[in-house]
């Protein structure tokens, strides 16, 4: 409620009820808004796949302007849908969310009489970098229904979605996780309105993306996103920094420092370099080493293992993660590989590896899931800064998550 308020505020004009609230609470999310809101359209987000004309029904007596029915849904489902929306007064929207074909889909639902078509990239393919512009491009040039759009929008790609002939955009996360609903709105509004005047970043090579994602989330957030996985065990942050690259791996023997130094010469700027060294005894990393990857651009050091040389580590800031430090060095003697899959804090690390550091320690991200995890993890980032928000207005933590409510009984 208080979400839809600001988000009113900011220039909002439908509020959708979301198929996961719907879910949780039923007609009764439908019914609060409309007595909230009656100068609102208010959007039901069914998904209905069945039993079209019951749960058109349903929405429409509790308050509902619009409901959503699943694009992919059975002919006969939509048109018993269509025929309920308009025995009870309201209008019908079609999500393309999922369709294998959903250019051919949209063509068939104009046919079949809906009132708008939703060209509705899902959250999970969100995470896997798909976005819903150039589907709805396309679709624009083979339809005269109105076209909705939805699916990890923002103020920059709320604009595209004008220009490439959306009528109505749908923002969820953007807003409704941000730390200022009203202003994040406003944003939007302004894009909507205007929608030449915004102009659209490069945003470079995918695993610049990533890297950049990375960057503006914390290692907390990445782990939550793994579903609590990912971090290593026992590695603290020696000289603190932010630390994002992929890996460069070694594997060495107790104190034995000859391949944890000539995997400088192979990495490349930007690359994290992770050591798993049998002994914590015995140091196989120092200054001058430190100072040989700052000249190769290495974008910090993980080492299981030991550290040597503090005072000049620290003084040189590159960022490292260790497990202890000792004075004492071994000898270079050369057993060991470089580029091998590792263990590393109890984690397996592959070459490649997204490697990321922070406060907190350190978390390891496989590279097939890289653009993936970087993006569940900001969608981490919103809701915490959120919560936040929540908090600060004088709600508890177990309030505004209603921990008892969802509590397994």
């Given at each position: 409620m208080e979400i839809a308020k600001e988000a009113v505020a900011g220039g909002a004009d439908w509020i959708e009820i979301g198929t996961p609230l719907i879910k949780s609470e039923g007609m009764d999310a439908i019914r609060t808004m409309r007595k909230a809101f009656p100068d609102r359209t208010i959007l039901a987000d069914m998904k209905t796949v069945d039993t079209g004309a019951m749960e058109v029904e349903m929405a429409s007596k509790a308050g509902a302007d619009v409901v959503i029915v699943l694009g992919s849904a059975d002919d006969s489902t939509v048109l018993d849908a269509l025929r309920s929306a308009h025995k009870y007064g309201v209008r019908l929207m079609a999500d393309l969310i999922s369709a294998p074909d959903p250019v051919k889909r949209a063509v068939d639902l104009e046919a079949l009489g809906v009132d708008y078509v939703n060209v509705h990239v899902g959250i999970d393919q969100q995470m896997m970098g798909k976005d819903p512009i150039s589907i709805?491009?396309?679709?624009?040039?083979?339809?005269?229904?109105?076209?909705?759009?939805?699916?990890?929008?923002?103020?920059?790609?709320?604009?595209?979605?004008?220009?490439?002939?959306?009528?109505?955009?749908?923002?969820?996360?953007?807003?409704?996780?941000?730390?200022?609903?009203?202003?994040?709105?406003?944003?939007?509004?302004?894009?909507?309105?205007?929608?030449?005047?915004?102009?659209?970043?490069?945003?470079?090579?995918?695993?610049?993306?990533?890297?950049?994602?990375?960057?503006?989330?914390?290692?907390?957030?990445?782990?939550?996103?793994?579903?609590?996985?990912?971090?290593?065990?026992?590695?603290?942050?020696?000289?603190?920094?932010?630390?994002?690259?992929?890996?460069?791996?070694?594997?060495a023997f107790a104190g034995d420092w000859a391949k944890t130094v000539e995997a400088i010469d192979i990495a490349k700027p930007g690359d994290v370099i992770v050591i798993y060294n049998e002994s914590k005894d015995i140091a196989c990393w120092g200054g001058l080493a430190t100072l040989s990857s700052l000249n190769k651009g290495v974008a910090g050091v993980v080492i299981e293992g030991a550290v040597r040389d503090i005072d000049e580590v620290e003084n040189l800031g590159l960022p490292i993660y260790t497990s202890n430090t000792v004075p004492n060095a071994g000898d270079p003697k050369g057993f060991g590989e470089i580029n091998a899959e590792i263990t590393c804090g109890g984690q397996a690390v592959k070459p490649g590896d997204y490697i990321i550091g922070d406060e907190s320690g350190v978390v390891v991200v496989p590279k097939e899931r890289g653009y993936e995890l970087a993006r569940r993890a900001k969608e981490v980032n919103k809701t915490e800064k959120r919560l936040f928000d929540e908090i600060r207005r004088g709600g508890t933590l177990s309030e505004i998550l209603e921990l008892k409510k969802w509590e397994k009984h």
């Open positions: 709805l491009m396309e679709i624009s040039e083979k339809v005269s229904v109105q076209l909705a759009v939805a699916g990890g929008l923002d103020a920059e790609s709320a604009a595209q979605a004008v220009r490439a002939g959306a009528r109505i955009v749908i923002v969820g996360g953007n807003i409704t996780r941000s730390d200022n609903v009203t202003e994040a709105a406003r944003k939007v509004r302004q894009s909507v309105d205007s929608p030449e005047s915004v102009d659209v970043r490069d945003r470079g090579t995918v695993d610049q993306e990533i890297r950049v994602i990375f960057r503006e989330v914390s290692t907390s957030n990445i782990s939550d996103a793994m579903h609590r996985k990912g971090a290593m065990k026992g590695i603290h942050p020696l000289v603190r920094g932010k630390m994002v690259g992929t890996a460069v791996t070694v594997q």
